[in-house]
Antibody, heavy 124, light 112 residues
């Protein structure tokens, strides 16, 4: 059974940093790209960032480019999101999501399994 | 970015009746590989989104066959043949032919 468990969220002041983690199990982690998707309170879904199986390809939404850094540790089956210079508009539930297609397929991103999310609140 | 729109934004359905949600994209989602990268997700109340349909019309593992997807190019439809109480939630379409992947605003479905 695929499991994705996020952690690291919390209340943080504007301008400060936070590091999110996602522990993955139930699948061969280094066969798949991974993503972060967020959802502001009462709002829709926004893709934040994605990373290929070997970290060779990384992408960011314009809204976080230059402030957030995605990374992964395949030995630890873990995904991370380093969030710097946080703003009030970054307040959201952050989901870790597994890509649907195996790396060899070289397909555009999509998400088949999602974690329960970790809440980030940016407020003074 | 590709803009995704959905209609209606809310839908109230009698159990056992059909339901249909439309999704339109601002650009064609047909890739040069012949596939169309349009997905449907359902977010049940208090839960994470779950994948229903991938590449327009393929049901994901475990998804009941009352859910079906269709469409091409820029116009897509999700149909529920007979709505059940467990189908309530917000339905999102998503494209990934172009980065960033973008979602529609969501269609909230509830039961009459």
């Amino acid at each position: 059974e695929v499991q994705l468990v996020e952690s690291g969220g919390g209340l943080v002041q504007p301008g400060r940093s936070l590091r999110l983690s996602c522990a993955a199990s139930g699948f061969t982690f280094d066969d798949y790209a991974m993503h972060w998707v967020r959802q502001a309170p009462g709002k829709g879904l926004e893709w934040v960032s994605g990373i290929s199986w070997n970290s060779g390809s990384i992408g960011y939404a314009d809204s976080v480019k230059g402030r957030f850094t995605i990374s992964r540790d395949n030995a630890k089956n873990s995904l991370y999101l380093q969030m710097n210079s946080l703003r009030a508009e970054d307040t959201a539930l952050y989901y870790c999501a597994k890509d649907r297609a195996i790396a060899a397929a070289r397909a555009p991103p999509s998400f088949d399994y999602w974690g329960q999310g970790t809440l980030v609140t940016v407020s003074s | 970015d590709i803009v995704m729109t959905q209609t209606p934004l809310s839908l109230s359905v009698t159990p056992g009746q059909p339901a249909s949600i439309s999704c339109k994209s601002s650009q064609s989602l047909l890739h040069s590989d012949g596939k169309t990268y349009l997905y449907w997700y359902l977010q049940k109340p208090g839960q994470s989104p779950q994948l229903l349909i991938y590449e327009v019309s393929n049901r994901f593992s475990g998804v009941p066959d009352r859910f079906s997807g269709s469409g091409s190019g820029t116009d897509f439809t999700l149909k529920i043949s007979r709505v059940e109480a467990e189908d309530v939630g917000v339905y999102y379409c998503m494209q990934s032919i172009q980065l960033p992947p973008t979602f529609g605003p969501g269609t909230k479905v509830d039961i009459k």
